[in-house]
């Protein structure tokens, strides 16, 4: 099954994995709800998932699908490679991890390797670990201060948009610039959008 919110990234997909005599493209969803109702209805053997999509996103639906069957294979296909959302999918349960600009030899040859078990990730991809596995990752809450941050908001704006105390969101950007080893807060932006703890 190919999860993608563009059609024609989902055609490209299907075309190119349609002319391995070994796999057949089940379905096809458009966001993240309509994935996991075909997951359930199809159970494919293996399921592309991008991550953003409208509605329920990638990392959400790999939670639900692993929720109704928790040996789902799920590989990631993302043009965004930071080591916060290899991360966060390899937490969800994915088994894989790719780059939408792989190659369409490789994106077949990476589908097989999985459905056979193999869960190794491409170089291009495991080259960010070491980050995964050295620093600490920020909260969601911590998340959601530094994305306020990042549009300008002072600290007592957004505590007032999140229904905090200002010394509270002092707090938190104190722990984000401590997790993230910058020196400021536009530091911290700057890093946490190239990490991908979202997207710009």
């Known amino acids: 099954m190919i999860a993608d919110d563009h059609p024609l990234m989902r055609n490209g997909i299907a075309a190119v994995l349609s002319n391995s005599p070994c796999i057949t493209v089940m379905a096809e969803a458009g966001d993240g709800d309509a994935a996991v109702a075909l997951y359930r209805q199809h159970r494919p053997a293996i399921t592309l ?100 941050v990042a549009t300008g908001h002072t600290n007592q704006r957004a505590a007032g948009k999140l229904g905090l105390k200002e010394d509270t ?15 400021d807060r536009t530091h911290a932006v700057t890093i946490a959008l190239k990490r991908g703890f979202w997207e710009s």
């Open 49 to 148: 998932m991008d991550l953003q999509m409208p509605g329920l996103g990638g990392i959400e639906a790999i939670r639900a699908i692993r929720d109704i069957n928790p040996q789902a294979r799920i590989i990631i296909l993302t043009t965004f490679n930071g080591d916060a959302q290899i991360y966060r999918g390899l937490q969800a349960g994915a088994s894989g991890y790719l780059l939408k600009n792989m190659a369409r030899t490789e994106l077949r040859d990476y589908v097989l390797s999985v459905h056979r078990g193999d869960s190794r990730l491409p170089a291009d991809v495991s080259s960010n670990l070491p980050a995964v596995l050295t620093t600490e990752q920020l909260t969601r809450r911590e998340v959601d201060v530094l994305k306020l």
């Open 169 to 183: 969101i002092k707090s938190y950007m104190k722990s984000i610039l401590a997790k993230l080893r910058a020196r």
